[in-house]
């Protein structure tokens, strides 16, 4: 126990997770996304009932005004970051929030009498900002250049709001009472909307299943309510209860989904849920923010101990996830494969250095050391906790073969999943083409010769393919000389 404990597990224990109360949590987060807005319009949406005009006025026109500076801010910040992403998001929370101010001001009996101007604004408000999120789907707006036409966008849809409320403020009679509650125009807005809210919550609950964290989850919840929101603001009349529930999940949503934009922006990471254009490969370039402290931690250890293992870590992990999107793998299963790729060497942390640093190619006895790094590596997750089994997996199987000769449990192919086949491949690519202390590293060309010959035998086809479509679509690897060996590496 000594070997693969020392060093590691008293600090790693400091990180460890805990997993029960993190899945009551996301549960919750869940339930009041799912459920409070769905069950709450159900129930007492029909019921009748206002709470005034001066409720609706402060309520909802002053704390949407304050959405509104917030939202502004965060375009601010986004412009000084060229971060496209940010100022996307800032965007269209600006415009719906300023749309949801100019239809709380208009509150008819407070400031001016009777208008349309409520009734334009809060059917607007939704379906403009969702279309605007929307727009996340063109690269070219979130990339830094994509910057400038957004602000464009905004100062436009700022001034035509701003100037629509000070029109119909001013002469009410100019802006008709549009669309009418559960009219086919106000139908027609509810169907646009829930498009573009769909779109925005698969994109949403894509990025959370692939980093896990709350803030993602957040998000998640953040856009239900907004989407929970479209049917109270279309289809009913401030008599009803539901309409005012409606204007709360509304502002709900906003201030949610913008807190965690801006946590992201404290922590100097690019916000990705409602763009929906986070990779797995990011995973592995940013394990801390996005994978965890202790994946972190062990990677700082694995590098203290031996930094060429730890770069090939890196390196398997990125082609491993890179090769599992090219196959279509879901985003829990590239997550626990980025996991995985970065963890499958960390039972190397318990090899001595005498023999993980030789300068020379192993004896029989040194090799036999170096097997029992899976069953050292699987021992050590277990021990810290809190990583899932197909994770434990891939760090135990990473060296088994299709036809019964790997190890450290000789299994056959029906007990080899995609995953492990896919790290494998990886894992042997990469040795190959990187330098050894005792020889020169592998060309391209014969790596992926080697493969080929082991189809079957040792490697799925698939994921050779797979790997050499991804590699196929990188600058050729053309410095690293000509060399060859009779078998691959452990």
């Not at 799912?34 to 006025?57: E, I, K, R």
């Not at 100019?102 to 409520?118: E, F, S, Y």
């Not at 709350?214 to 953040?222: E, I, N, R, T």
Request: hydrophobic share 50%; glycine share 10%; charged share 20%.
């Amino acid at each position: 126990m000594t070997l693969y404990v020392t060093g590691v597990t008293a600090d790693l224990l400091l990180v460890r997770p805990l997993p029960r109360a993190r899945v009551v949590q996301d549960l919750a987060l869940i339930g009041a996304g799912a459920v409070v807005p769905g069950s709450s319009l159900l129930f007492f949406g029909q019921h009748a009932h206002t709470l005034g005009t001066n409720t609706h006025f402060f309520g909802v026109g002053v704390s949407a005004v304050m959405a509104a500076v917030a939202a502004l801010a965060l375009t601010i910040i986004g412009v000084r970051r060229q971060d496209g992403r940010v100022v996307l998001v800032g965007t269209a929370f600006t415009v719906m929030a300023a749309l949801l101010a100019i239809h709380g001001l208009a509150t008819p009996g407070v400031v001016i009498g009777d208008n349309g101007v409520i009734a334009l604004t809060g059917a607007m408000t939704l379906p403009v900002g969702g279309a605007v999120l929307a727009l996340s789907a063109l690269p070219g707006l979130r990339r830094p250049q994509g910057i400038r036409p957004l602000l464009a966008l905004q100062a436009v849809a700022l001034v035509g709001v701003v100037g629509l409320g000070i029109a119909g403020m001013a002469v009410p009679s100019l802006v008709p009472a549009v669309p009418e509650p559960d009219s086919p125009p106000a139908i027609g807005a509810l169907i646009v909307g829930a498009f573009f809210y769909s779109l925005l919550l698969l994109r949403a609950l894509k990025t959370y299943l692939l980093t896990q964290r709350s803030a993602d989850l957040a998000v998640v919840v953040g856009v239900a309510w907004l989407t929970a929101a479209l049917p109270p603001a279309l289809l009913m009349n401030y008599m009803e209860l539901g309409w005012w529930l409606g204007h709360g999940f509304e502002l709900a949503g906003i201030i949610v989904v913008g807190g965690a934009v801006a946590m992201d922006l404290q922590r100097s990471v690019q916000s990705h849920p409602l763009v929906g254009d986070l990779r797995a490969a990011e995973l592995v370039a940013k394990e801390e923010a996005f994978l965890g402290a202790r994946v972190h931690a062990l990677l700082q250890r694995l590098a203290e101990k031996d930094e060429s293992t730890e770069e090939h870590t890196r390196r398997v992990a990125l082609r491993a996830v890179q090769v599992g999107e090219e196959l279509g793998l879901p985003p829990g299963r590239l997550r626990a494969l980025a996991i995985g790729g970065l963890l499958h060497d960390m039972g190397k942390l318990s090899v001595p250095e005498r023999i993980l640093k030789k300068p020379g190619a192993l004896e029989e006895d040194e090799f036999t050391v170096i097997r029992k790094h899976p069953q050292w590596g699987i021992r050590l997750l277990r021990e810290l906790g809190g990583f899932t089994a197909p994770v434990q997996e891939l760090v135990h199987s990473h060296h088994e073969r299709l036809d019964g000769k790997g190890y450290p449990r000789g299994l056959e192919a029906c007990s080899i999943g995609l995953d492990t086949r896919i790290l494998t491949v990886c894992d042997v690519y990469d040795a190959l083409v990187s330098p050894r202390v005792y020889r020169a590293a592998w060309t391209h060309e014969d790596a992926i010769a080697l493969l080929h010959g082991g189809i079957g035998a040792a490697f799925d086809d698939r994921c050779v393919a797979a790997l050499e479509r991804v590699l196929g679509r990188e600058e050729p690897r053309r410095d690293a000389p000509a060399f060859r060996v009779a078998t691959a590496p452990a």
